[in-house]
């Protein structure tokens, strides 16, 4: 039974990997952020998890939208 556990982990953690990845990816295609801007940007969205819901489901144009408030201070979840 401790080995299901492990794999939970294992699974849980990859998964969180590949939602970090897919973050910073749909950031890094925003040029007009700097690294520090898409990493800051990278960790909000993660750590929340209705944001993060919100920002996979909106359009292109929509995310830089998202982003930009998130930058300026004007998101406020």
Do not use: C, P
């Not at 982990?9 to 990859?14: G, K, T």
């Not at 969180?16 to 990816?25: E, G, H, L, V």
């Not at 993660?46 to 489901?57: E, I, M």
């Amino acid at each position: 039974m401790r080995w299901w556990k492990t794999l939970k982990i294992l699974s849980r953690d990859n998964n969180a990997s590949n939602q970090r990845k897919a973050i910073f990816n749909a950031l890094d295609t925003m040029k007009e952020l700097g690294v520090e801007e898409k990493i800051s940007v990278s960790k909000f969205i993660f750590n929340n998890t209705k944001d993060l819901k919100l920002f996979f489901s909106l359009t292109d144009i929509n995310k830089i939208f998202m982003v930009k408030m998130i930058v300026e201070d004007r998101y406020h979840s």
